[in-house]
């Protein structure tokens, strides 16, 4: 029996995936703090579906995924364990200065620095210098490592950042002060940011070090409870981690550089969509992960998900390769409020899983969006979570009385009314973003919903943005959780090496040569056969005189003189479709700065049996009284479950499975895909 596990956690739940000899079967369970907890909460209700004891259960696991909020949350909170940091004696600052304090915002009131990641005091300067050559032009010796790293860990640090100027041209330095800590201070976790990430821009490479540092004890401890209770119970497979870039790793190479976590658990989603997409004969996805915390929006081009250099992770600036998912403080469990000019707000405060909204009954007195779903008639109170959850719709009713109609002098339905429009608002403006903004059609993509909360406001969030066809998973409410299972392992090695057109080849192979070296290592390590292994060669280029880059493919064979003028074609065709056709300088010289291998060992994912069962289902028909949110009107829609066994229904109507509720507004049809998923077709505006 082929048996493989994924599990997803968010805020308010954790979503458990198992692959079973072809079939899918799901569960959920509530997040916790200790997040150990709620995963090990999801896996009791996962056996139990699949029939097994906890002894036959575990052992039987031969491939275990996750993706999880451990750093996301810790960022998101700025919740960090105590770090210092070892700069170069004059660079102290770098932290503080930033690249000053504008941002956006156009009020001055609202330019503040960015956050901080590590207390001033626990930043100690090392006498030493190495030039942009890598030349040494100060020696640092034994006696004043030793003198800094306990002057550091006199402040109190838990973890040590180690970023020195130009070490990723000459990493003597930092090696050294990595080789007194392993020597002096072996449980004292640290980051080199010449391991990390060894490429220039000193600001953003010093961020990306100081959070992984900050991260590392808090992870460190939640894995090593994980683990154990893990092996206790039999598991023997690997524990695989999503990682920001959208690939995995193993635990072990994970713990290297934990802050590659983050955001792992929304690109298990991203990867699921593309698959579908794929599947489905869409080349122009559009993602919606609606959650009970956030919602994580994506754009999938031509089966390929954006990656984005010089990722920005909790308002700050790194130098880290992400998936490009952007993410609002909007889901089940974002508050509803009114503000001090007397205007509705959502979010991006949460109830979370404990308390929760208010109709969970568990505490929360303060009303969530699941609170005015609930109040509007779209929510079933007695098959939340398949009945399993008791839902109480008068809590939520007072929650939207108290905090939102009496401030604002409304109904009860009217505030429930105003929660879901906004909200629906708020989620649409993030598709904008990864559409209009970036010059397509909202009306060439299909939007893929999922996530428990999405299938009620997928179809809304749509219609707002211009997209006229949806998707929604049959396993929506742990979509992640099942596309963590089809991502691949992912390795990314990357240096900076400036180049220029009018240097030889050789000289750029030689740096891609060297990163594939690293590459095959990992796939040794890893234990990745060769027939799955794949090797990708990229380039960060710009035109002499600009700030960013845009990164470019290269092909995987080696480079040679007459390569160059087919990379600066593919380099001026990346540049356009990034900005615009004619944008690109093309008079000016070109450099390439950074190389960079990828290197992927793909999937052995076992084959899962599509559309089974699924018209075999029994129909249960009845109708339900719902206030439209968008009409304001009261009307009686059709409610279904079992859809498969109807096939196709036109709205309004309310689609109720065990773990979601798909709405379908007016003017709107549904219809099963061949492999049993909701099919949206929205009306013309």
């Not at 193993?250 to 690109?267: C, D, L, Q, R, Y």
């Not at 880290?320 to 609002?328: G, K, N, R, S």
């Not at 409410?477 to 691949?488: I, K, Q, R």
């Not at 219809?671 to 099919?679: H, I, K, Q, R, S």
Request: one cysteine or more.
């Amino acid at each position: 029996m082929a048996l493989h596990v994924g599990i997803d956690v968010g805020g308010t739940f954790t979503d458990a995936v198992a692959i079973v000899d072809g079939r899918v079967i799901r569960g959920k369970a509530f997040s916790t703090k200790d997040v150990t907890t709620g995963i090990l909460g999801a896996l009791d209700v996962l056996r139990d579906r699949v029939g097994m004891t906890e002894e036959e259960f575990f052992p039987a696991v031969d491939r275990f995924v996750l993706g999880n909020t451990i750093v996301t949350n810790a960022v998101d909170e700025q919740k960090y364990a105590a770090v210092g940091l070892l700069t170069t004696q004059g660079f102290r600052d770098t932290l503080r200065i930033a690249r000053s304090a504008r941002t956006d915002e156009r009020d001055p009131h609202k330019m503040t620095p960015p956050p901080d990641i590590v207390d001033r005091r626990r930043i100690v300067e090392v006498p030493e210098r190495i030039d942009a050559h890598g030349n040494v032009l100060v020696p640092l010796t034994e006696e004043a490592i030793g003198e800094a790293v306990e002057k550091v860990l006199a402040t109190g640090a838990e973890a040590i950042a180690v970023c020195l100027l130009w070490s990723f041209r000459n990493s003597a330095h930092e090696e050294a002060i990595g080789a007194y800590l392993d020597a002096h201070h072996p449980d004292i976790p640290y980051t080199l940011s010449s391991r990390l990430t060894p490429v220039y821009r000193e600001y953003e490479r010093t961020v990306t070090t100081a959070l992984d540092a900050a991260v590392k004890p808090l992870v460190a401890s939640h894995f090593e409870h994980l683990a154990d209770d893990l092996r206790r119970k039999g598991l023997g497979a690997r524990v695989q981690i999503m990682q920001v870039h959208g690939g995995f790793l193993s635990v072990e190479e994970t713990s290297k550089a934990p802050i590659s976590m983050f955001n792992s658990g929304p690109v298990g989603g991203v990867t699921g969509a593309r698959l579908l997409g794929k599947r489905l004969g869409r080349r122009r996805v559009l993602t919606a992960d609606m959650g009970g915390t956030s919602l994580d929006a994506a754009a999938i081009l031509d089966e390929e998900f954006r990656l984005l250099p010089r990722a920005e992770i909790g308002g700050l600036p790194t130098s880290l390769t992400a998936v490009d998912i952007e993410t609002i403080g909007a889901g089940g469990g974002s508050l509803a409020w009114v503000d001090g000019r007397n205007l509705l707000r959502v979010g991006p405060q949460s109830a979370g899983s404990t308390p929760g909204p208010a109709c969970y009954g568990k505490g929360g007195t303060r009303p969530a969006v699941t609170d005015a779903a609930l109040v509007l008639g779209l929510i079933n109170p007695d098959y939340y979570l398949g009945g399993t959850v008791p839902l109480y719709e008068q809590k939520a009713r007072e929650a939207l009385r108290k905090h939102v109609a009496e401030p604002l002098g409304i109904s009860e339905d009217a505030a429930a009314e105003g929660v879901y429009r906004l909200a629906t608002s708020q989620m649409s403006n993030a598709l904008r973003k990864i559409t209009v903004n970036r010059g397509h059609d909202p009306r060439e993509f299909t939007l893929v919903g999922f996530g428990g909360a999405c299938g009620l406001f997928a179809a809304a969030i749509a219609g707002e943005a211009g997209v006229r066809e949806v998707v929604i998973p049959r396993n929506a409410a742990v979509f992640s959780a099942y596309g963590l299972m089809h991502a691949d392992s992912v390795f990314s090695a990357v240096q900076t090496s400036p180049w220029t057109m009018d240097q030889p080849a050789e000289v750029l192979e030689k740096e891609f040569a060297a990163l594939e070296e690293r590459a095959q290592k990992w796939f040794e390590a890893e234990g990745i056969p060769e027939d799955r292994r794949e090797l990708q060669r990229e380039a960060d280029m710009k035109f002499v005189g600009q700030i960013f880059e845009v990164t470019t493919r290269l092909p995987a064979h080696p480079f040679g003189e007459d390569d160059k003028e087919m990379l600066r074609q593919r380099f001026v065709a990346d540049y356009e479709e990034e900005f615009g056709t004619g944008t690109a300088w093309t008079e000016a010289e070109i450099l390439l700065v950074n190389t960079r291998v990828r290197a992927i060992g793909r999937s052995d994912v076992q084959a899962v049996r599509r559309g089974a069962d699924i018209t075999d289902e029994r129909h249960e028909h009845s109708t339900r009284v719902v206030l439209e949110p968008h009409t304001g009107e009261r009307v009686k829609i059709d409610v279904h479950r079992g859809f498969g066994a109807l096939g196709r229904a036109d709205g309004p109507c309310l689609l109720e499975e065990p773990d979601t509720t798909v709405y379908v507004p007016s003017g709107a049809t549904v219809e099963l895909t061949d492999d049993g998923d909701f099919l949206l077709r929205l009306a013309d505006r």
